[in-house]
């Protein structure tokens, strides 16, 4: 029997192809397909702009540095997410200021947002976290009352979708100020590595252009084509975080199968919520009225009496490869410093999702069979014998 594993990317020879053609052209980074990458990706979300990047959590960094985040300041966030949203306020000498997530799910809870601000606060960083958007609506309202930016995580979040003023709109739009992508392989579409920043501020835009490219004030492109001897300058410190040509290549691509990635997930999803229904105490995730998730992850909490670590090895002993949820930063050691962070709620429903919750397999290629075998094997681990014991008893 082969391991289902718990991701995986889709991938053939149309990104090859697209590589190929880029290689041949002579013109490797940075170059035609990230313009035309980033022109067809704020097209898919509804931006008016998109800027292309190494990774989201340099995306991350420059929408920080773009809304004024610096050293001393606060940024509220949440301490349950990947590390890379916290490791970026730190990127900026900053200070994560962490609240706690939703009961019910994993997104920041917007009740607890408006007790952690202080006069240092210069932004919020919410996620939309497994590719499940967050409540946007209120973030953003304590945001613009509070004149506090809001910059949206959504690493996870390519193709998911919120309901907004009465019309369903990609997550994106964006509808903080700033919104960050990632295409590493885990996510729903990948370049390998890379990120998205999109806006509809053009000052914003303007600077994340420069600083991706060391601030040089002379675009390669421009001085490509010119006709005329120029020489550039840097006026301020810049980074490379650029994108290569060839990953934007693929990223085109993949862009261009992201509505049937995304259906077929919300398919796969669909059927996992109907057969886990028929286990108590099993916690499946909850999509929003207002929210349409791309389903990057399927995570699952655990009845209480399940142990997680033994739960996760009865799947794999029967083929089914699981992770357990999100981490939290403020657990890391990284983040024992004093100046690494400051906790502003209680973090109970964030440690928590880090220890009940298990996300299993979901990939486009996975097939009903699949999704089959693996709530077999759900229904027959040693939670499940225990709990049907317990529920007898
Ligand atoms: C994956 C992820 C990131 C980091 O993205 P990279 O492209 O790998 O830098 C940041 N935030 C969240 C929530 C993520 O899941």
New binding site residues.
């Given amino acids: 029997m082969s391991q289902i594993p718990v991701a995986r990317p889709v991938l053939d020879e149309r990104e090859v192809e697209a590589v190929r053609r880029v290689i041949l052209s002579g013109w490797v980074t940075q170059g035609p397909e990230v313009a035309a990458f980033e022109e067809e990706f704020a097209d898919f979300v509804g931006a008016a702009h998109a800027c292309a990047v190494s990774?989201?959590?340099?995306?991350?960094h420059l929408a920080l540095m773009a809304v004024g985040v610096s050293a001393g300041d606060e940024v509220i966030t949440v301490s349950h997410?990947?590390i890379?949203?916290a490791n970026?306020i730190r990127y900026c000498g900053a200070i994560p200021v962490f609240v706690d997530i939703e009961r019910d799910g994993f997104n920041i809870d917007p009740d607890l947002i408006e007790a952690a601000i202080t006069p240092r606060t210069k932004a919020i960083l919410c996620?939309?976290?497994?590719g499940m958007p967050c409540d946007l609506s209120r973030i953003v309202e304590i945001g613009s009352r509070r004149s506090i930016p809001v910059i949206e995580?959504a690493?996870?979040a390519t193709g998911s979708e919120i309901l907004w003023k009465g019309r369903w709109e990609k997550i994106g739009k964006p509808h903080g100020d700033i919104a960050?992508f990632?295409?590493?392989p885990?996510?729903v579409v990948t370049t390998g590595?890379?990120?998205m920043l999109t806006t509809a501020n053009p000052d914003y835009d303007r600077k994340f252009r420069l600083w991706r490219q060391h601030s040089m004030s002379v675009n390669d492109t421009v001085r490509h084509g010119s006709k005329q001897v120029i020489f550039e300058s840097y006026p301020e410190l810049g980074y490379n975080y650029r994108l290569t040509d060839m990953q934007a290549a693929v990223g085109r691509e993949q862009l261009k199968r992201l509505p049937e990635i995304v259906a077929r997930r919300r398919e796969i999803a669909e059927q996992y919520g109907r057969h886990l229904s028929a286990i108590a105490g099993m916690r499946s995730p909850v999509e929003p009225h207002w929210a349409r998730s791309n389903w990057?992850s399927y995570c699952i909490g655990l009845p209480d009496r399940w142990e997680q670590p033994a739960f996760m090895q009865a799947m794999l002993d029967r083929g089914v490869s699981t992770r357990r949820g999100i981490m939290n930063s403020h657990l890391e050691k990284a983040y024992t410093g004093t100046t690494s962070h400051r906790i502003a709620s209680g973090l109970v429903n964030s440690v928590r999702a880090q220890n009940e919750t298990v996300i299993l397999p979901l990939f486009m290629q996975m097939t009903d069979v699949e999704i089959l075998q693996i709530v077999e094997a759900i229904q027959e681990g040693p939670g499940f014998a225990d709990l049907a014991t317990a529920a007898v008893g």
């Fill in positions: 990774n989201c959590t340099t995306a991350l997410s990947f890379a949203t970026a996620v939309h976290q497994l995580d690493a996870c960050c990632s295409f590493h885990r996510k590595d890379g990120g990057q």
